[in-house]
């Protein structure tokens, strides 16, 4: 049951997402941290992962009509990035409504780049089983208005896992392995650290994440600088 101060914020943001939810409990889930609580966003976050993805694609399918297949991955990839998801989830002010733990509070989880990116895409998913595709559509569309889409943004810089995977096909090696080697720190702020394999050159590299996702990319610029350095 929400107190009167929390129903108060909790229908501000349905008014900033245009959608009143018929299931209360599921934007109280969407932001509630693993630090907080047992029945936390993780799953909502996946699956809001999902639908912001599709989502993303259609309206640049629409909207860029003319960009080739691997142009359209690139200005996907940087619409879907920690980055931008941390932004709009700032524009939301997400910070004064999630939960969080005590020590997550502390360390300044409200802030926290990871915790308001992946705290928007549960957002979607919560929408999602809410009301359904469209309606988790309609948010994501509505969500990126603000975002200024052109052709351009394909210029925009890759991340390493699709720097490396396309350096990997052009020498016509396979695709690199991930593998989380170990996980430190605390239930409600892990560390991911992650190896990055290519096995046909017999060499691995390691890297650090916040999350499974941020360790693999930072395993793969390791890979890149390590490639860069071999003679040509």
């Excluded at 990116?117 to 957002?123: K, Q, Y």
């Amino acid at each position: 049951m929400l107190v009167k101060s929390q129903a108060h914020f909790y229908a501000a943001l349905e008014q900033q997402l245009e959608h009143k939810f018929a299931q209360p409990e599921l934007i109280v889930q969407a932001l509630t941290h693993r630090s907080f609580a047992s029945n936390h966003n993780e799953r909502l976050e996946f699956l809001g992962d999902s639908v912001l993805n599709l989502a993303v694609s259609k309206m640049l399918f629409k909207g860029l009509a003319n960009l080739p297949e691997g142009d359209l991955s690139r200005v996907r990839a940087n619409l879907v990035k920690q980055e931008t998801l941390h932004q709009l989830a700032l524009n939301l002010e997400l910070g004064q409504l999630i939960k969080l733990g005590e020590g997550e509070i502390k360390s300044g989880g409200k802030n926290r780049p990871s915790i308001l990116a992946d705290a928007l895409e549960a957002v979607i998913g919560a929408v999602f089983l809410d009301a359904g595709y469209v309606a988790a559509e309609t948010l994501v569309f509505r969500l990126f208005e603000s975002v200024d889409i052109t052709p351009t943004m394909s210029a925009a810089s890759k991340d390493p896992k699709t720097e490396l995977q396309e350096w990997l096909q052009a020498k016509k090696l396979k695709l690199p392995n991930y593998r989380v080697v170990s996980t430190k720190g605390a239930a409600h702020q892990q560390t991911f650290e992650v190896e990055c394999e290519i096995a046909e050159l017999n060499v691995s590299r390691r890297g650090e994440g916040e999350s499974k996702r941020s360790g693999e990319q930072s395993a793969a610029k390791a890979m890149l600088e390590w490639l860069n350095k071999q003679p040509k």
